[in-house]
């Protein structure tokens, strides 16, 4: 085990990556010499040299096209877009190539092996254009996984097991816990399964859903609500794509209640498909209606960012609402 | 046969390529290092207010810039970006425009906007992103923009200025105006699809727009010679079927006379053209960035004996349009006028909470509203975890 910061434990994982498997290249803006300019792939290119890793001209749409094009010849491109906000010039490479590769080719070509990695959400004070979390765009896409780690552990973990996924994966890494969060990782290669979900406190009350930087922000609220005697289950999705509906239903069927936070916008957000689905599986469960606690439907602001925030203490005024219906 | 490009198409009868590099645009250069022009070129016509004005203006933005750095280091503000080296690209350009010629700018570009006359106070506002921001406190600074001048609000996505100054200026044509939209952007963003897609489409339809790359040698840590292979930015222009100059951009008398060309040809022809400056930054990328992970000092070196400033002031000075010794108080009065502002603009209050709904649409939808609403309700119980807004609820 080693102290790691996450951008230490994505470094640890992507250097793992390619020593174990010469198809593995790493690519994206800045992401050469100088290693990504929050230094994600610090020190690659001095390891694996110029034609493993290297910088692209500044084209979002040319990197996710090239990694599609890599990948469809049968390589593991880990192409990186400098902000999660700057994925949308991407768009259309990635909805409707990336997703669909195999599916409409009847599997004979697919991009399985392809990780496109992004820094996103908010927390910096960088406005609208550094702040979003654009998650719920590329889940409504099928064909495309979407994972989010919440600490180095996962960050390696389910880092490694995007790159050896036989489907593509966007893998969105919450900036603002980059050198915030820290941790033990283990300095071995190991996997974190795709799809599941992580139950990290258990409780009997409610059950508490978050995933990314927001698990932090959750865990304040639910430290708030024990000390008046609630006890939460507090879940982390970590997999938003495919997501683990199982383990929220028995979560939900033991506490009877349930409050989803994300830091995206409300409407149309990722909670909106979470609420529907446990509301069909639990319905004679529930107790209270279930809860979302979201950015407001607005860009992310710059001067009352706290103000916009899905914080610990909109959280916990969830949690003692959907308590005390 | 439906191509009308065929009639123009030569042929020949041996397989020959055509090289990247059959096409070598050359610089412009008009004043040397000591302020004294180069043998057979012509220095544009300027006359001695409008020369001072340039000047005083990439003055002014230098001192602007060091001084914001240093708040940027003190914590005053959260984020900086300077144009040390480029001043003479952005303000040699906004002067040879009209003033209602339309500013598309990418974010580095504080000369232009400064000519057109944003005033200190405003760009302190936008910097301090406080209740009297022209964009209501909502942007990163350095993402100015004002409708008076003609300068369209800065967008922090790359290149999306470029179709759109495409767009802007066909409509400033289909409407009759006598007015050119320019579009500024670096040597980086024009790898963006956005750059290929502005290009084809104001050539396609005959748009009065200047394409203005300012070729500063980096996007972020990549050198040019990984952001694209062959002859720079200008060639591309003629790729897309219009005229194209390259000037060096630390010459102003250069970047002015080729910006005044331009626009006089768009206007006459109704035609996109585009400009390469060639400058260097000699700053870091932003205040965020480290240069000496990715250059040496010997090259920053090389480019500081390149300074746009000094050597326009010296061509000034010859032309007995500027006295040296009133140039150094002006400085040193501009530092403590920006230093005065700056304390003024931050003690300004930040914007309303009304502010975090408004604009997102001409009225807030119901679900706006309804969230404002209850965002309230929920900042009257917690007050002092909102300091910004607490006390100052209707
Ligand atoms: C679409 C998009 N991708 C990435 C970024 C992040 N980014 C901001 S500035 C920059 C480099 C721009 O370089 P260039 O266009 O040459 O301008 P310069 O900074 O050199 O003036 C990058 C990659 C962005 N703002 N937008």
Redesign the pocket.
Known sequence: MAKMNMLQAINNALDLAMAKDDSVVCFG??VGHFGGVFRATSKLQEKYGKARCFNTP?T?QGIAGFANGMAAQGMKPVAEI??AD?IF?AFDQIVNETAKFRYRSGDEFNVGGLVLRSPYGGGIAGGHYHSQSPEAYFAHTPGLKVIIPRNPYQAKGLLLASIASPDPVIFFEPKKLYRASTGEVPEEYYEIELGKAEVTQQGKDITVLAWGAQMEIVQKAVDMAAKEGISCEVIDLRSILPWDAETVAQSVMKTGRLVINHEAPLTGGFAGEIAATIQKMCFLHLESPIERVCGLDTPYPLALEKEYVADHLKTYEAIKRAINF | MTNPNNATITTVHTAEFTAGDALKIPTLRILRDDGSLYDGATEPELDKTTALKMYDTMVFVRVLDERMLAAQRQGRISFYMQCLGEEATTVGSAAALDDKDMIMA?Y?EQGALRYRGFSLEQFMNQLFSNEKDLGKGRQMPVHYGSKDIHYMTIS????TQIPQASGYAYAQKLRGLKNTTICY?????AS?GDFHAGLNMAAVHKAPVIFFC?N?G???STPANEQFVGDGIASRGVGYGMKAIRVDGTDILAVYQATKMARDYALEHNEPILIEAMAY?LGA?SSSDDPSGYRSKEEEEKWRHNDPISRYRLWLIAKGWLNEAEDKSTIDALRSEILEALKVAEKVAKPGIEHLISDVYKEPIPALQQQLDELKAHIRKYPDAYPITAGRLD
């Open positions: 803006e800045d500044l979002e400098q902000f700057y010039p | 990418q580095r922090s996505p790359l290149g952007f670096g040597e980086g963003a963006e300012r500063n980096y996007a972020i930054r990328h």
